[in-house]
């Protein structure tokens, strides 16, 4: 398989250039610096100059609160950048794989959000995500694969490496009591993502996180205990905290459609399990997928 990475140089490009590399495809892997997300030709031209059989967009712009004030980027890189991905897949016959946020839900809900689910974004971010998904889907072959609350990689610092450094340290770490999520391990994502190009599954839309439901209190308390450390947390609530963006409160995602296609993923406390042993284990060990 001859692969084009966008955003390769993130937490997730980055996991799964090496996964690529590790089992032998091809790989071209694409930063900024070789290509502008902004500029669609440019975009499309790279991209079908690499002639691949699957395209990844790992690409993102992830600053919520700055897109409220300034639009313009986040829809350029989240919504008109898999628009031209789109594009240049149907033209090559390639699989587009593109991956969206819990941030297109209102975040009301009560139970973890399936694929069906109507969208209602309330944010510029969530809506500039939606419209990706939505432009990533006009791909004849495509999967949009969901994720959130992204940990792990071997580059980009997340919210759980925060914590997991804040609780080593013996510092405290400030927690949302009633955000109620279901995090991403970027090993198990890349991991899914491989099994449904292979399987040659069904194309569509699957939401890819880990199993279970947690608030960011529950989580750094697992932390904590995996760690043999104590909890020093601060608690919030999110209401209490000012921010220019509106985020979800209940964003938990269901990952049944996923596992019937075959990838199943594993529970959000083994991955932290293996994450937190593979920060032990220190640089140069081989990653733990589940």
């Avoid at 892997?29 to 975009?43: G, I, K, M, Q, S």
């Avoid at 209102?106 to 209602?120: H, K, L, R």
């Avoid at 904590?224 to 985020?247: H, Y």
Wanted: charged share 20%.
């Amino acid at each position: 398989m001859r692969a084009v990475i966008l955003g390769a140089a993130g937490q997730l490009g980055g996991a799964t250039v090496a996964r690529l590399i590790e089992a032998g495809h091809e790989v071209v892997a694409l930063t900024r610096r070789e290509v502008d997300l902004a500029d669609a030709p440019a975009l499309v031209e790279a991209v079908v100059a690499a002639k691949p059989d699957v395209i990844v967009n790992c690409a993102a712009y992830n600053q919520v609160d700055q897109a409220e004030d300034d639009p313009v980027p986040a829809l350029q890189v989240n919504a008109l950048a898999p628009r031209a991905l789109a594009h240049a897949a149907a033209r090559l016959g390639a699989t587009l794989v593109h991956y969206g946020t819990d941030f297109v839900f209102d975040g009301t809900a009560s139970a973890p959000y399936v694929e069906t689910d109507a969208p209602a974004p309330q944010s510029v971010y969530g809506s500039s995500k939606l419209l990706g998904d939505w432009f990533a889907a006009q791909a004849p072959a495509h999967y949009v694969l969901r994720v959130e609350s992204l940990f792990g990689g071997p580059r980009v610092r997340s919210s759980v490496d925060k914590i997991i450094g804040a609780l080593q340290r013996g510092e405290e770490a400030t927690v949302f009591t009633d955000r109620v999520v279901s995090p991403s391990y970027v090993e198990d994502v890349v991991t899914a993502t491989l099994g449904l190009l292979a399987a040659r599954a069904p194309y569509g839309l699957y939401h890819c996180v880990n199993a279970g439901v947690t608030t960011w209190q529950a989580l750094a308390e697992e932390i904590a205990r995996r760690l043999g450390v104590a909890a020093r947390l601060v608690p919030v609530r999110l209401a209490d905290v000012p921010m220019k963006a509106r985020r979800p409160q209940y964003c938990a995602l269901s990952n049944e459609k996923l596992a019937r296609a075959g990838s199943p993923m594993p529970s959000w406390q083994d991955a932290i399990g293996r994450y937190l042993s593979l920060l032990r284990a220190g640089p140069g060990v081989t990653s733990q997928a589940g």
